[in-house]
């Protein structure tokens, strides 16, 4: 199917456990991203990327770690997961001129 | 760098009632996007509309209408007529053409009551 697809869509993790959100998009779109939602800070960037081999810090970089060696893929990993990593995690992506940055559904992370 | 402000953090509105969602943006960039998404209560984020840095022309699309000045730096949003199935988070979304970053505003909730 064509889109956006975040797995898993559920998680919940011990506190100190690596653990790694997948996005994978099938448009060839050049930018991806990752976004945390928490209740009253609306959907903070996390990291993105311009294209393969390319990715920049956003606002909130610290605890996570990204890769993009293909153009469909933007894992995103949580290194040594902790409380405050509990939130719903969002992936995108976009063309460079974009008609609109598309989401996948969300994964509900819950780290105990 | 960007910074989108949303000031309104909710809105509540009684069926059929106009309401305007207010977005203030700041960039340095000279080729942006302005983006609006809804989030309804089932968590999903819905595009609405893009507007480039180039284009000032305000739109309307049904009930929804989107008013871009770039004097003032502002992308507002407006629904005509709300319906209860209005209600949901919008978000304004700057998207920068130099570096590739899309942030969003913190979002305004929307309560359309019957």
């Known amino acids: 199917d064509a889109g956006i697809t975040q797995s898993p869509r559920y998680k919940i993790t011990e506190t100190g456990r690596q653990v790694t959100l997948m996005c994978h998009q099938t448009w060839s779109h050049s930018y991806m991203f990752w976004y945390r939602q928490d209740l009253g800070h609306g959907l903070r960037l996390i990291y993105y990327s311009a294209a393969a081999d390319i990715t920049d810090k956003g606002e909130v970089p610290d605890g996570y770690v990204v890769s993009r060696s293909k153009t469909e893929n933007f894992p995103l990993t949580l290194e040594s997961a902790t409380r405050s990593q509990t939130s719903v995690y969002f992936c995108?992506?976009?063309?460079?001129?974009?008609?609109?940055?598309?989401f996948g559904q969300g994964t509900r992370l819950t780290v105990v | 760098a960007q910074k989108v402000t949303q000031a309104q953090t909710e809105i509540s509105v009684v069926e059929k009632e106009d309401v305007t969602l207010d977005c203030v943006y700041e960039?340095?960039?000279?080729?942006?996007?302005l983006f609006w998404y809804k989030q309804p209560p089932s968590g999903e984020l819905v595009f609405l509309i893009r507007?480039?840095?180039?284009?000032?022309q305000n739109e309307i699309s049904g009930r929804y209408s989107w008013n871009f000045q770039k004097s003032t730096s502002s992308f507002n949003f407006t629904i005509t007529a709300s319906q209860v199935v209005d209600s949901a988070v919008y978000f304004c979304a700057p998207f920068s053409g130099n570096t590739g970053k899309l942030i969003f505003g913190q979002g305004t909730t929307l309560q359309v009551k019957p």
């Open positions: 960039t340095r960039d000279t080729t942006y996007y």
């Open positions: 995108a992506s976009s063309e460079s001129s974009p008609e609109g940055a598309f």
């Open positions: 507007r480039n840095s180039f284009d000032e």
